[in-house]
């Protein structure tokens, strides 16, 4: 979970624009939750434009978001809010909190991939489950920084969903493990840990961006 400053109030035409003081890691299509504004801006959302240039309405023919592409202003996210227009504003009363809840694996997934017997309760699934949230919100966020705009709670391809297991599975087996190797007890030498090999970045589309 994330949680973002805001700089700026702004509602016309019942879209909200507001902006953070910093930059986010919030994409389209992706709810928020807006406190301490008042309404009609508090609330949880879905984020539908993020153009960083003045808001200057709604196209009345074909709905479009306007904008004044002479006046920047950064971090900018806009959403449907039902209300009185609202003329822009400075405001560092407000707070914009992203939670990113990816779910592209579960545990038994990971332990059907693994091909081992864990009980639960156990030390063995505590990690289970620590490795398939990480590698959950891992491989959602490089591919997020890749330009893919992904859904959190279904994944987008049996590709990735391999991917992620591999991930998974990989920070599973480097428990007791230091730096670049996996733990071994024999006298044959430690194998080199590689977590994020080339066949999971291949899996992922990472890092090769979506678009240009």
Same mark, same amino acid.
């Given at each position: 979970?994330? $949680?973002?400053?805001?700089? $700026?109030? =702004?509602?016309?035409?019942?879209?909200?624009?507001?902006?953070? @003081?910093?930059?986010?890691?919030?994409?389209?299509?992706?709810?928020?939750?807006?406190?301490? @504004?008042? %309404?009609?801006?508090? +609330?949880?959302?879905?984020? @539908?434009?993020?153009?960083?240039?003045?808001?200057? +309405?709604?196209?009345?023919?074909?709905?479009?978001? =306007?904008?004044?592409?002479?006046?920047?202003?950064?971090?900018?996210?806009?959403?449907?809010?039902?209300? $009185?227009?609202?003329?822009?504003?400075?405001?560092?009363?407000?707070?914009?909190?992203?939670?990113?809840?990816?779910? /592209?694996?579960?545990?038994?997934?990971?332990? &059907?991939?693994? +091909?081992?017997?864990?009980?639960?309760?156990?030390?063995?699934?505590?990690?289970?489950?620590?490795?398939?949230?990480?590698?959950?919100?891992?491989?959602?966020?490089?591919?997020?920084?890749?330009?893919?705009?992904?859904? @959190?709670?279904?994944? #987008?391809?049996?590709?990735? &969903?391999?991917?992620?297991?591999?991930?998974? %599975? %990989?920070? /599973?087996?480097?428990?007791?493990?230091?730096?670049? %190797?996996?733990?071994?007890?024999?006298?044959? +030498?430690? #194998?080199?840990?590689?977590?994020?090999?080339?066949?999971?970045?291949?899996?992922?589309?990472?890092?090769? #961006?979506?678009?240009?």
């Amino acid at each position: 979970m994330s $949680s973002y400053t805001t700089a $700026s109030k =702004q509602l016309i035409s019942n879209y909200a624009c507001i902006s953070t @003081l910093e930059p986010t890691e919030i994409a389209i299509g992706e709810n928020i939750t807006v406190s301490g @504004l008042a %309404a009609p801006f508090n +609330g949880t959302f879905k984020v @539908l434009d993020m153009s960083q240039y003045e808001f200057t +309405g709604v196209d009345s023919t074909t709905g479009e978001f =306007q904008f004044d592409f002479n006046v920047p202003r950064a971090n900018q996210l806009i959403y449907a809010a039902t209300g $009185s227009n609202v003329e822009y504003v400075v405001t560092y009363a407000g707070t914009v909190v992203y939670t990113q809840l990816c779910t /592209w694996i579960t545990v038994a997934d990971l332990i &059907t991939y693994l +091909g081992v017997t864990i009980t639960n309760p156990s030390d063995d699934y505590t990690l289970a489950t620590q490795a398939t949230n990480a590698a959950n919100v891992f491989c959602y966020r490089r591919r997020q920084e890749s330009n893919y705009h992904d859904g @959190l709670s279904t994944s #987008p391809g049996t590709d990735v &969903t391999l991917g992620t297991l591999m991930y998974a %599975a %990989a920070l /599973w087996r480097s428990r007791g493990s230091i730096e670049t %190797a996996f733990a071994a007890f024999d006298t044959m +030498g430690t #194998p080199t840990q590689q977590s994020l090999t080339p066949i999971v970045k291949q899996l992922l589309g990472i890092p090769r #961006p979506a678009v240009a």
